[in-house]
């Protein structure tokens, strides 16, 4: 599984996928974004000790982590049919994340949301929310960090690194809240600073998170 691969200090060298642009109207779209190669570049020594990487054998120097990539479609609901590998997605700044089971096959969800435009948020939940499986779960990797926990992050880093936060949805259905730092120096060169588990809502907490109004 994905979360083994981001232990705290490791850099890695990854271009994320851009946006899926398009008519912010609420629906419901396919996620078209591919997964770019993401390899391991070794241990930031200004934030933790190079030898401590040495308890994981099986992360090793250009490492590539496997994984499935979500769109963010800002102003509509991206989703995409789950295969052999977990699923990350991003930026993740309020916006729900959700799985389900439709004809055979599990999916992955990315609603996406955008801060301060409460009239297209509510489009976007309130589509996909009236249409909710029985059987989707889902969670709000960004609520997993406190402020100052993100403004504290990678403290060796200084204001060498912008700090974002993405979500995992695994191939047996657990969810991870991953903070990274974008480093300013180098381009695409990231800095994992922490990882957390996420508990799933249930479904009628799910749909009522959809289906709530927001006014602001």
Same mark, same amino acid.
């Given at each position: 599984?994905?979360?083994q691969?981001f232990k705290v200090?490791?850099?890695?060298?990854?271009?994320?996928p851009r946006?899926?642009?398009?008519?912010a109207?609420g629906?419901?779209?396919?996620?078209?974004?591919a997964?770019?190669?993401?390899?391991?570049d070794?241990?930031?020594?200004?934030?933790?000790?190079?030898?401590?990487?040495?308890?994981f054998?099986?992360?090793t120097?250009?490492l590539?982590?496997?994984h499935?990539?979500?769109?963010?479609?800002?102003?509509?609901?991206?989703?995409?049919?789950?295969?052999?590998?977990d699923? !990350?997605?991003g930026?993740?700044? *309020?916006?729900?994340l $959700?799985t389900y089971e +439709?004809?055979?096959?599990r999916f @992955? &969800?990315?609603?996406?949301?955008?801060?301060?435009?409460?009239?297209?948020?509510n489009?976007?939940?309130h589509?996909f929310?009236a249409? !909710?499986a029985?059987?989707?779960t *889902?969670?709000?990797? $960004?609520?997993?960090? +406190?402020?100052?926990?993100v403004? @504290? &992050?990678?403290?060796?880093l200084?204001t060498?690194t912008r700090e974002r936060?993405?979500g995992?949805?695994?191939?047996?259905?657990?969810?991870?809240?991953?903070?990274?730092?974008s480093l300013?120096? $180098?381009?695409?060169?990231?800095?994992?600073?922490?990882?957390?588990?996420?508990?799933g809502?249930?479904?009628?907490?799910?749909?009522?998170?959809l289906?709530?109004?927001?006014?602001?």
């Amino acid at each position: 599984m994905i979360e083994q691969y981001f232990k705290v200090g490791m850099r890695l060298k990854w271009t994320k996928p851009r946006d899926n642009a398009g008519p912010a109207d609420g629906s419901v779209c396919t996620s078209r974004g591919a997964a770019n190669l993401m390899t391991y570049d070794g241990m930031d020594d200004k934030v933790v000790s190079p030898v401590s990487i040495a308890n994981f054998s099986y992360i090793t120097k250009n490492l590539n982590i496997q994984h499935g990539w979500l769109d963010y479609a800002p102003g509509r609901t991206a989703v995409v049919k789950m295969g052999r590998n977990d699923i !990350l997605t991003g930026y993740m700044s *309020g916006c729900l994340l $959700a799985t389900y089971e +439709a004809e055979g096959a599990r999916f @992955a &969800a990315h609603v996406g949301t955008i801060d301060g435009n409460a009239a297209k948020n509510n489009a976007v939940r309130h589509t996909f929310g009236a249409d !909710l499986a029985a059987n989707a779960t *889902g969670f709000n990797p $960004a609520s997993a960090w +406190a402020d100052t926990e993100v403004r @504290a &992050a990678l403290p060796g880093l200084g204001t060498r690194t912008r700090e974002r936060i993405f979500g995992i949805i695994t191939t047996e259905g657990a969810f991870y809240s991953l903070l990274l730092g974008s480093l300013v120096t $180098a381009q695409d060169e990231w800095v994992v600073a922490g990882l957390k588990p996420c508990q799933g809502m249930p479904n009628a907490q799910l749909k009522k998170a959809l289906m709530e109004v927001a006014v602001a």
